[in-house]
């Protein structure tokens, strides 16, 4: 009798774990950061209002990027992570610059080139952000190279225009920094 309550029991706490909702299980890390806008203003630091936020969760695909901004001009925007978990202005040369603080693209291999995401060079250059014509940019997009732990202790930026991926004009041409988040 003892031994077929011992079964029972067993059986029992075997049920028990199995019916376990799946929210228990493991999920793929997550990190959602909230992205402003830049300014000129060395009294506000660059820092300006509030424009949306980017989730970074990991995947099958690599780093899925799913992004709602907005209040951005429309069209196709440079978008990177950079080396510093900074988005304040600086000044360079005697001349204020938008999230100087954020550093340049993450490059940890220290390959020096600007290859695209798919590509061997930046390892934080990220696929094009695309703003639609109401200032708006909620799309998904993938960095097949990067993982979220990739990400811990940078800043995500967002450049006034597109980016060609090349070495020339200097980091793709995307120019200005626009918009940036820190990734903690």
């Not at 806008?37 to 009294?43: F, G, M, N, P, Y």
């Not at 429309?74 to 005697?94: I, L, R, S, T």
Request: with cysteine.
């Amino acid at each position: 009798m003892k031994r077929n309550a011992k079964w029972l029991k067993k059986l029992i706490m075997v049920s028990i774990v199995l019916a376990m909702p799946h929210s228990f299980a493991a999920e793929n890390p997550s990190k959602t950061v909230e992205v402003f806008l830049l300014t000129q203003d060395a009294k506000t630091h660059g820092m300006g209002e509030k424009i949306g936020t980017i989730t970074f969760t990991d995947s099958a695909q690599g780093l899925e990027i799913k992004t709602q901004l907005s209040k951005l001009a429309p069209g196709q925007h440079g978008f990177h992570v950079h080396e510093n978990p900074k988005c304040e202005g600086a000044e360079k040369d005697g001349k204020w610059q938008a999230g100087l603080a954020a550093g340049g693209h993450l490059d940890p291999a220290h390959t020096g080139h600007h290859l695209g995401p798919n590509g061997q060079g930046h390892l934080g250059d990220l696929p094009l952000l695309t703003v639609d014509d109401k200032g708006q940019a909620n799309e998904t997009l993938f960095a097949k190279r990067l993982k979220v732990a990739d990400l811990k202790d940078r800043s995500i930026m967002i450049h006034k225009g597109a980016d060609n991926y090349s070495d020339v004009p200097p980091m793709g041409g995307g120019g200005d920094r626009i918009a940036c988040g820190t990734i903690s």
